[in-house]
T-cell receptor
Framework: DTAVSQTPKYLVTQMGNDKSIKCEQNLGHDTMYWYKQDSKKFLKIMFSYNNKELIINETVPNRFSPKSPDKAHLNLHINSLELGDSAVYFC????????????FGPGTRLTVL | KQEVTQIPAALSVPEGENLVLNCSFTDSAIYNLQWFRQDPGKGLTSLLLIQSSQREQTSGRLNASLDKSSGRSTLYIAASQPGDSATYLCAVPLGGGSEKLVFGKGMKLTVNP
């Protein structure tokens, strides 16, 4: 199936740990994103990469570090997890130069205890 | 600064009704607007993307309209069904060709059988 996929779907961890979320898209898109949806369901962009280069970097703590090994992958590494990091993280992708319709992954629910 | 508003935050209707979901945005310099659907515990599904040069876009029972000058979009759902129950979000790019999407907080729709 052509889609945006994320792993894991659920992640429960202790404060202070370091964790990673992986994202892959097989849509042939060149731009990928990470969004955070908080407990109030508000979606906000965190990062955007185009052809492995960072193009959007919102005001996000530097504990969050995205890594794009190639156009089809954008992983999110989080250091020293805090309680406030608990949220659902969504990966998305789009094809630059077109209408930029964004396609989303199923989300990763992160719970920090 | 672009702000997107969706009112009401929730709507409960009996099956079969024709529905109008509203979305307003503060900066009319957008090049498209995207409507999404989010089911509980799931990712976002792109429903319709309407370009700034278009006034309407249709997909099945869904019809989206865009009035840039007034900063409004509506999503019309014909003959609603229980399967339409979900949260509906609209989003616009920040502007200037940016891929950054600014989301509304969504409208939770419940269609009762």
């Amino acid at each position: 199936d052509t889609a945006v996929s994320q792993t894991p779907k659920y992640l429960v961890t202790q404060m202070g740990n370091d964790k990673s979320i992986k994202c892959e898209q097989n849509l042939g898109h060149d731009t990928m994103y990470w969004y955070k949806q908080d407990s109030k369901k508000f979606l906000k962009i965190m990062f955007s990469y185009n052809n492995k280069e960072l193009i959007i970097n919102e005001t996000v703590p530097n504990r969050f570090s995205p890594k794009s090994p190639d156009k089809a992958h954008l992983n999110l590494h989080i250091n020293s997890l805090e309680l406030g990091d608990s949220a659902v993280y969504f990966c998305a992708s789009s094809a630059r130069g077109t209408d930029n319709e964004q396609f989303f992954g199923p989300g990763t629910r992160l719970t920090v205890l | 600064k672009q702000e997107v508003t969706q009112i009401p935050a929730a709507l409960s209707v009996p099956e079969g009704e024709n529905l109008v979901l509203n979305c307003s945005f503060t900066d009319s310099a957008i090049y498209n607007l995207q409507w999404f659907r989010q089911d509980p515990g799931k990712g976002l599904t792109s429903l319709l993307l309407i370009q700034s040069s278009q006034r309407e876009q249709t997909s099945g029972r869904l019809n989206a309209s865009l009035d840039k000058s007034s900063g409004r979009s509506t999503l019309y759902i014909a003959a609603s069904q229980p399967g339409d129950s979900a949260t509906y979000l609209c989003a616009v790019p920040l502007g200037g060709g940016s891929e950054k999407l600014v989301f509304g907080k969504g409208m939770k729709l419940t269609v009762n059988p």
